[in-house]
């Protein structure tokens, strides 16, 4: 990573979730700005208490495509009681950091996306489900943020599964201050962008009145940032900070 030794890079995460990327990145020698354009806001309304109390016994696998979802069906599920959740039903996920969480809170993770997008968690689990037959179409609980994308559904839907989305979370992009920043004031030489909410709270609070390399996390990311009229440098070769790094070389 010598190439990203004394770079200054923006970080437009969440501000709770800006602090590990920062770590991550200043070990390495690089410089970290952090500049939260996001927030994440649990859901906590009757509904989606009502619907994880019905169908959480009759799951035969939950997935996760976010440490944000774990955190916040936990907190849901605390207040209708653990025994809720089948010890039989199993857990899906997305990357290292939502394993790392599922397992903190379940004590398992059971199958992990390979390249850590929500299409390579959806055919991974639809290979598994292939090679175990059930006599009934397999129930899956998919917990997620409302405005991610239905690629999940439609991937295990077709398949046969059926599956029940619960949106447990939200990202809410900032909003435009009274004043924009510009962006020469943080003298950057690269901005990670790693998430569409991201991309509108960016653009919501930065004068772009200078220029800087701009890299996305993922396709959804880069097709915000293009809509926004922004010159993408490069996409992630997997979605993660490891990915963003390793393209940023």
Known sequence: MKMLIGQRILITRSAEDCGTWATRLEKIGAIPIIFPCITCEEIEIPTAINNL?????????????????????????????????????????????????????????????????????????????????????????????????????KILGEAGCKCTRINVYRTVPANTGAKKKPLSKFSVDKILLASPSAVTGFINQMDLDSSAEIFTIGPSTTRAAQAADLVVTAEASRPSLDGLMETMQ
């Open 53 to 153: 109390t019905k169908y959480l016994k009759t799951a035969d696998w939950i997935v996760f495509t976010s440490r944000r979802g774990v955190s916040s069906f936990a907190k849901n599920i605390e207040k209708i009681g653990k025994n809720s959740l089948s010890s039989r039903t199993k857990i899906a996920v997305i990357g290292p950091a939502t394993k790392d969480s599922a397992i903190s809170y379940f004590g398992h993770a059971d199958l992990i996306a390979k390249d850590g997008t929500a299409e390579s968690l959806g055919k991974t689990l639809v290979s598994v489900l292939s090679k175990n037959s059930q006599n009934s179409a397999p129930r899956i609980l998919i917990l997620l943020a409302e405005n991610a994308g239905n690629v999940l559904e």
